[in-house]
């Protein structure tokens, strides 16, 4: 998602964001979910990302599930 959305590809950064907010949702990562979800309708269509303040949330929700993961 990362790579799309610097390439501006929104179509890929939409089905990033969809797949990310599916597999989240699925799996309980509820923050995660919420964040991708958000993302997810800002490029849904495709359109432009218009507020880029909407990727570092799901950066740091990510990085949440990882050390999580790690702790285990």
């Known amino acids: ?3 799309a959305l610097a390439a501006q590809d929104w ?3 939409f ?3 969809h ?4 597999v989240a949702q699925n799996l309980g990562m509820d923050r995660l979910y919420k964040t991708a ?3 997810c309708d800002a490029v849904r269509g495709p359109k432009p ?3 880029a303040s909407l990727w ?3 950066v740091a929700a990510h990085e949440e599930v990882l050390a999580a993961i790690r702790e285990l």
């Open 15 to 17: 089905r990033a964001s």
């Open 19 to 22: 797949t990310l907010k599916g």
């Open 49 to 51: 990302l218009e507020d």
């Open 1 to 3: 998602m990362k790579d």
């Open 11 to 13: 179509e890929l950064a």
């Open 56 to 58: 570092p949330p799901v």
């Open 37 to 39: 979800a958000t993302l």
